[in-house]
């Protein structure tokens, strides 16, 4: 079995290190990876921007400017060459599912079709009880300044976020891609820091029509290893009980180190390649 990363960004993600390309790639062929996705986060719309109110931090260093995507393009495109006897590199992106922005994600999608390999489908942002479009995973206390009414009822947080997890597939249904929908239990990144509970039976339930659409349009899982990395989180996205449903439904489960830098890379790729055995060995 080809050993994979399906999840990975550079320095023009703007929230990680200034490490470059090359050294994650040497690091992946170190490590015995043969296939290497390089998915840094698309430009966000020109209209979502304008009308962003939070941290503008947050909304400068959260993806790829439009002036840089050639330069990001060109740089996975020079790479692939340079590497090709030794790292099979696809080109990607991970794209933000932006309720309200779905016209803007689409042009974008075809615009960008004849250069892609591979595109990750993530849900970032989410409107809170006030409206706002608002970051899940910025920061904790960006998280709480925003979504802290919606801790009151987590479920019904939990399950705004599922409603908008089955609008981005709905949305790469009208694309001719399969895509690859990111760290599925994003939701959960602070759930010791503020208590989350377990899912409920009617948030089970919607993650269950999650799983079905992403089987229904031949769409893939993102098996992330970056919610080990976060202190208040401590676990995969998604979540082990729902890898071993994705597994038994045949939804294909593809390791993600999502690495921001490169000792990121092949983090928890043995025991996760090893869930996703134990539970195909089950289900066989």
């Known amino acids: 079995m080809l050993k994979k990363d399906g999840h990975t960004h550079t320095r023009y993600s703007h929230h990680g290190s200034q490490e470059a390309l090359s050294d994650y790639l040497d690091k992946a062929i170190a490590l015995g990876f ?17 009308a962003f ?14 002036a840089e995507l050639p330069i990001y393009k060109k740089l996975v495109d020079d790479a692939q060459q340079q590497y090709a006897q030794r790292l099979l590199i696809k080109k990607g992106f991970e794209v933000d599912y932006l309720p309200g922005y779905e016209e803007e994600t689409l042009k974008f ?3 960008q079709a004849n ?12 409107p809170n009880q006030a409206g706002d479009l608002a970051a899940l995973d910025y920061d904790a206390l960006t998280f709480e300044k925003y979504f802290g009414l919606d801790l009151v009822d987590p479920q019904a947080l939990f399950q705004r976020y599922f409603t908008a997890v089955l ?29 989350l509970p377990p899912f409920s039976a009617d948030t089970l339930v919607q993650i269950e029509q999650v799983l079905q659409a992403i089987k229904a349009g031949g769409h893939q ?18 979540t082990l009980a729902i890898v ?28 996760m390649q090893n869930n996703i055995k134990k539970y195909l060995d089950l289900y066989e």
Not at 34 to 50: G, I, K, M, N, Q
Not at 171 to 195: C, D, E, P, S, W
Not at 221 to 238: M, V
Not at 263 to 271: R, T
Request: net charge neutral; charged share 25%.
């Open 34 to 50: 043969d296939e290497y996705v390089v998915t840094e986060h698309a430009p966000l719309p020109t209209r979502f921007l304008s």
């Open 53 to 66: 109110n939070q941290p503008i931090a947050a909304r400068y260093n959260s993806a790829l400017t439009k």
């Open 109 to 111: 999608l075809k615009e």
């Open 115 to 126: 250069w892609l390999d591979e595109v990750i489908l993530s849900v970032h942002f989410l």
């Open 167 to 195: 609008a981005s597939i709905e949305l790469a249904n009208q694309t001719n891609m399969r895509v690859r929908i990111g760290h599925l239990t994003l939701i959960r990144i602070y759930q010791k820091r503020f208590k």
């Open 221 to 238: 899982l993102d098996y992330n290893a970056a919610g080990f990395r976060k202190p208040d989180n401590g676990e995969s996205y998604p």
């Open 244 to 271: 071993r449903r994705a597994i038994q439904l045949g939804i294909p489960l593809v390791y993600g180190s999502d690495a921001h830098q490169v000792s990121d890379l092949g983090q928890h790729y043995d025991e």
